[in-house]
Every structure is written in C-alpha cells, then in structure tokens.
C-alpha cells in the first residue's frame, strides 16, 4: 500500500465557511434569513416551466456571489487554487448555458456547482471526487439543518407553538415519501400512471382552493428549497477529507524494522526475505514488460502498415463494425496496460536499484507503444468519420482519446518521478473535468450537421439529424439540396432498426420540422429561457420564410 504524508504530519483542521459557531445545529446568519428566502423565490422565478439558458447563468452567478459572501475575510478557502478554478468553471459553464443551452453545458454547471460547495466545505480537499461527494453528503443533510433551526414564534399561545412542532415533525416523513414515489415512477409504468391521476385530481382541488397554486408547483418550490438550502447552508463532512489526508503524492520507501529492548534494530532475515521478494517482483515485471512489448510491437507493426498509410477499405468492407470493435478492445488493452504499470510501481519496486533502470526503460517503451496503440485507436475513429460522417461516440472518442494520451503522460511521471497512484487520480480527476468544460464550450450538434450533409457520403441518416435541437434546422435548410444527391437515406423505425427513406420523404420531413420549429420560434417566450443560438436560429428560419 502506497504511503501516506511525512511521519508526523497532520491534516489541517477543515473550517466550514458558512458556520458560525461550532455548536451542533448552529443557527442560520443573518445573511443566510436573507439568502435563503432570496434564493428560493429566484429558483421558481428562473426554472418554472423553463428550459435552460440565461436563467442557468443568473443561477450560477448567484450561486458564486453567495459563496464569496458568506465565506470570512480570511479563510483556507479564499487560498485554495480549486475554489477558484470551481469559481471559474461554474461561471465559465453558465455562460456556455446562455450560449448554447446544451446537455453538455448543463452537466458541466452541476458538476461546477459540487465542485464549488465541495472546497468550501473543506478546503484542503484536491480530488475532484472527494471535493463532489462532500458536497453531494452536505446538500442531504442541509435543509434539515435549516428545519431544525427554526423557532417557534414567540408571540404564539400553546395552540400556535404545538401546530409549528407537529409542521416541523411532518416536513420530513414527506420529503422521503416524494423521494419514494419519484423513484416508483420512474420504475413502474403503471404506478406513474395510476399516481398520474391521482395526483391530478388532488392537483384539482388544491387548485378549487389556491387558484394560483398547483401541486407540482409546490413540489417544485419544496425542490428549490432543499437545493438553495444545500448551497447557503454547509453542514460539515470530513469524512472524505480524512480519507484523502492518508495519501500523498510520492511514494515513500517502506522500511520493516523490529523492536528490541526498547531499540529500533533492523531484523537482517526479515531484510533479505523481503530482499528476495522484491527481486521476484522485479523478475515478474520485466517478464511482463518484456513479453508484452515483443507482443504490442508486432500489434503496432500491422497498424502501422495497415492503418496509417493509404487506408481505403475495400467495397462491402464494413467500417461500422471495424471501427466499434477494435476501437473498444483497444481502449480496454491501454487501460489495462495502464493498470499493470501502476500495479507494479505501486511500492518498493521503485526502489530496486539493480533493476530500476531496466525497469523503467521497460515500462517507458511499454507507455510509448501503448500511446502508438491510441494513435492507431484514433485512426479507426477517423477513417469512420471520414466516409460515414460524425456522431456523438466518434466525438466522444475524439475527447476520451485526450484523456488517454494525459493518462498516459501521468504514468510516465509515476514512473521516473515515484508519484503516488493518488497524484495520478488527482492530475487525470482535474482532467476530466477540463474536458467536461470543453465539450460545454462547444456547438456539437450545428458542427455536426454541416459535416454530415455533403454529397460525398453515400448514406446520410436524415432522421438523426432531425432529432437534433431545433437550432441545427437553419443548417438542414440551407443545404437540403444535398438530400436529393445522396444516393441513400435513413431513419429510425420506433423499434430501433434502420429504414430507407426516399428524398421526396426526407424533404417533407424536414418541411414538418421546419414548420414546427417557426412555430415555436414565434411563439411569445420568456427570457429566461433565452440562449444566443436559439435567437440566431429563430432569426434565419424567419428570414428564410
């Protein structure tokens, strides 16, 4: 097992931002009365019968000034360089949210989010995992803080005070209950129709009561409350924090010494058995490292005389299955390559000085052939692409490609740098993360539309591009000329196979969502679903009219 901090070292003490006592259920701040009620009428306001958009960004900013207010003048958080990169990947995603409006920007503001409320709530933490589960535990357990903080009224008889405990006491036994049905619904078909109704007629009469008010748009402000609560409110987790504490970023030599007369002596025989050991390790890595760099390279070999020079497959050849299979038993061989060599360079071993240099020669060629395998992986990726145009794998293989080849750097720096597998869990989480705000950065569904509609392609799968966004219509309509060049077009059946469809069936299918999506453009919107790519889009389907 990898060791941890220098002996004698101590994990800082974690400091809540948002508390200000250390009692155990503290009361709410002044600031936080007022944040909180604030927060609660602003989440209705934005996300009630909304999409995402401008609101997402409002949202965030909110969310960021909220932070900076409620932290104290001088705090751990206000040094921590992860705070303030969760700062600018929460306000840089809501920005991408106005802007595009994606399923990929809005998991980007969620996880941005976690990450933020993570760091405050403890500060010294660095593994983005770590970082969104502490805020993942803290938002729980947050809006029941915020329940059992509230008072009785002090100008209220025996009637008034025992009505607010018996209120209190029901909150929760309700929200578990909403929980339940939530996830029942989703379950059982049946159950979500049969509680569809019931819930309606209850919604009915609620609304013969509170004309303004309905059931879901209650459930929907007891939604905002327990999230708003979750981020004004930190309830102090440490438990990941104490987790990480045990870990450092090298890797430490181990050194197995006895106790004799009250003095430290190393025991020789257990020395030379644990000696022995390690030259059998030794042994077994660079039979490892050997035998498989012999095999990698004759892989690589027919790649690179395959793949990487003048490959054109021949007719009939199918790409499709080329591609998905030997891209996914490739990734699986680099990810296990990954693992051996963490596996094998998790303890002494890379103190061996009589083989280390082998070994680490061994190895670097291993992670240099194993970055050649990914090349290769890329290249199959490409070849799809290039005569069967762009989807969301192919792009996600693109990105999780980036993933690898820094992967594959941190294990080089594990290598000759005797970092922990920690460091690398570290380096590759931030990452990912990275690569989540990239792919919020981007119009994926516009670029992919123009790609694919050339009249190079012998197939184009008309009906997946009308499940795209209706932002991606101004660009069918500008080039549907080429449906009537393409010798073969496709779409989805409702039981999920392909069906040919003719040019005249493709353009009548894309009238029908044009015509929609004018429609909708021209209805009258609010502005908090507002994003620049619908306004762009709405704007040319009008003038295209």
């Known amino acids: 097992m990898e060791t941890s901090l220098q002996p004698g070292a101590q994990w800082p003490a974690a400091s809540p931002a948002n508390f200000a006592t250390t009692t155990p259920h503290p009361p709410l701040t002044r600031v936080q009365k007022i944040l909180l009620p604030l927060g609660m009428v602003l989440f209705d306001w934005l996300f009630w019968q909304e999409t995402g ?252 005389r395959w793949l990487w020079f003048g490959f054109e497959p021949a007719p009939g050849f199918n790409l499709m299955q080329f591609v998905h299979e030997g891209t996914y038993v490739l990734i699986f061989s680099i990810l296990l390559a990954m693992g051996i060599v963490l596996w094998f360079f998790r303890r002494n071993l890379n103190f061996y000085q009589p083989g280390l240099p082998w070994l680490r020669g061994g190895a670097t060629v291993w992670v240099v052939q194993n970055a050649v395998l990914a090349v290769s992986v890329g290249l199959r990726n490409y070849y799809y692409i290039l005569h069967c145009g762009v989807a969301y794998k192919r792009i996600g293989v693109c990105f999780f490609l980036l993933l690898v080849f820094f992967g594959l750097g941190t294990v080089l720096l594990k290598i000759w740098q005797r970092r922990s597998a920690y460091s690398l869990v570290r380096l590759n989480a931030l990452a990912v993360y990275a690569v989540l705000l990239m792919l919020a950065a981007g119009n994926w569904e516009v670029w992919m539309a123009k790609y694919n509609l050339q009249p190079r392609f012998r197939s184009i799968d008309i009906g997946f591009l009308l499940t795209m966004p209706d932002r991606v219509l101004p660009t069918l309509q500008a080039r549907r000329a080429v449906l009537n060049q393409v010798p073969q077009l496709t779409a989805d059946t409702e039981y999920g196979t392909y069906q040919v469809v003719g040019a005249a069936e493709a353009q009548h299918r894309l009238d029908v969502a044009l015509a929609n999506a004018r429609a909708a453009y021209a209805a009258p919107s609010d502005w908090q679903s507002f994003t620049w790519v619908d306004y762009q889009a709405g704007h040319q389907l009008r003038s295209h009219e």
């Open 53 to 304: 958009g401008v609101n997402m960004l409002v949202f965030m900013l909110f969310i960021v000034v909220a932070q900076l207010v409620l932290l104290p003048r001088v705090a751990a958080v206000r040094r921590s360089g992860y705070f303030w990169l969760a700062v600018v990947g929460t306000v840089f995603s809501g920005a991408m949210m106005a802007v595009y409006g994606s399923g990929a920007a809005a998991l980007a503001c969620w996880a941005s989010v976690l990450l933020l409320l993570g760091y405050v709530n403890q500060p010294h933490l660095k593994l983005v995992l770590y970082a969104a589960l502490t805020a993942t535990n803290s938002v729980a357990q947050a809006w029941l803080r915020v329940l059992r903080g509230l008072r009785t009224p002090r100008h209220g008889g025996a009637g008034v005070r025992r009505g607010w405990f018996y209120g209190r006491l029901l909150v929760v036994p309700l929200v578990i209950l909403g929980a339940f049905h939530l996830l029942f619904a989703v379950a059982n078909s049946e159950y979500d129709r049969i509680s569809g109704r019931a819930l309606a007629v209850l919604g009915n009469w609620l609304a013969r009561l509170i004309p303004d008010i309905s059931l879901a748009h209650l459930l929907f402000v007891a939604v905002g409350f327990v999230l708003v609560a979750g981020v004004l409110v930190a309830v102090p987790v440490y438990v990941f924090a104490d987790h990480e504490s045990r870990f450092g970023e090298f890797i430490r030599r181990q050194r197995d010494r006895v106790a004799s007369f009250g003095v430290r002596r190393p025991d020789f025989r257990l020395q030379t058995r644990r000696a022995l050991d390690l030259r059998k390790e030794f042994y077994a890595a660079a039979a490892v490292f050997g035998l498989v760099n012999l095999l990698l390279l004759v892989v690589n070999a027919i790649d690179i």
